[in-house]
């Protein structure tokens, strides 16, 4: 019987989003800047005797929120396929392969759902992986690429990690060295923002405001984004994030969160501050580690998701005996 897998499922942050027009397929079109870091989830796999059976526990490490009605799920309880996104990455890497074993899948869960970091889509990858390497499929990495990418636009980044330069609806994906030595403070504010619904909320907002179905932004070059991240000067990077005008510009309790966060990273010493995706986490990426760690205490006094990490270069398989 093949070893069991343990791989870590890293998340990521956008340190750059902008976001087009909504397309005729119901897409928009991207250009973002991805880099993955040290802080995500870890799935195991188990190869059962049993044939086609699939089954996941997750165990919840997600701490609770100070709201108790948005507080996670019970730990280590079994997750329904139809919302479960390693499911289908299982059914799909089955279908594409014939691969029939039954398999046993721990999920420990550290990334909060609705959090902009791309849990669910690298948790995907991670399997696709795992799988592809535990059922000796020897898949190269554009077979691989094509199933992640019918799982979710996200999902293709997570199959290499690192830092890249993603356009289209994410399926255009342009690897770029990997910022180093610096410190990457994540701080959610306990509560989701589900992507759909932020997409629908950013096209009324910019209708209303605009009334072209767009805003104007920062002129920056493809040259621009990718010189400035080499550079390695997060003082003086001049990304943006699209959806950060729209969760800021508001009076209520989510808006007031969003402007108390980005506000206390920078008075922590954060040398850039940003939004994550379509939200909600925000982000603080520091130059120097003891001025993060000291933000990451300060802000754990308000805040109960706070994870203090760094960019990470490449992923890691462990066989487990």
């Known amino acids: 019987m093949p070893p069991s897998l343990k791989i870590p499922a890293p998340c990521k942050i956008n340190l750059h989003l902008r976001v087009g027009k909504r397309r005729a397929d119901g897409y928009h079109d991207l250009e ?10 870890t799935l195991e796999f188990e190869v059962l005797k049993s044939s086609g059976v699939c089954e996941i526990l997750t165990d919840w490490q997600v701490p609770s929120t100070r709201l108790p009605e948005r507080s996670p799920p019970p730990r280590d309880f079994p997750v329904s396929p139809e919302e479960n996104i390693v499911y289908k990455a299982v059914s ?13 899948v721990r999920l420990e869960k550290r990334v909060p759902l609705g959090g902009g970091l791309g849990g669910g889509s690298s948790d995907a990858a991670a399997a ?15 077979d691989l690429r094509k199933m992640a990418l019918n799982l979710g636009s996200d999902v293709p980044f997570f199959l290499s ?26 701080v959610n504010p306990g509560f989701p923002s589900p992507t759909g619904l932020s997409f629908r909320r950013l096209d009324r907002w910019r ?72 939200g909600s986490t925000c982000f603080g990426v520091f130059k120097d580690r003891k001025t993060a760690e000291k933000a990451s205490e300060t802000l754990l006094k308000a805040w109960n998701l706070v994870y203090l990490t760094f960019f990470l270069a490449s992923l890691t398989i462990s066989v487990l005996k």
């Not at 799909?92 to 046993?104: E, Q, S, V």
């Not at 690192?162 to 770029?176: D, H, M, T």
């Open 32 to 41: 973002s800047l991805f880099a993955a870091t040290d802080f995500g989830d």
């Open 92 to 104: 799909l890497f089955r279908a594409r392969t014939g691969f029939d074993r039954g398999l046993r």
């Open 128 to 142: 696709l992986t795992a799988l592809n390497k535990l059922a000796d499929t020897g898949l190269g990495g554009e």
């Open 161 to 186: 990690g690192g830092a890249a330069l993603v356009s289209g609806r994410g399926e255009n994906i342009e690897p770029l060295p990997v910022p180093s030595g610096l410190s990457v403070l994540l």
């Open 207 to 278: 209708t209303q405001r605009e009334g072209s179905g767009g805003l104007p932004g920062p002129d920056l070059s493809r040259t621009r984004l990718i010189s400035a991240l080499a550079e390695g000067r997060p003082e003086a990077w001049p990304y943006v994030n699209d959806f950060l005008p729209l969760f800021l510009d508001g009076q209520g309790e989510e808006a007031g969160a969003y402007r108390r966060l980005i506000s206390s990273l920078r008075e922590a010493g954060a040398d850039f501050t940003g939004l994550s995706g379509a």
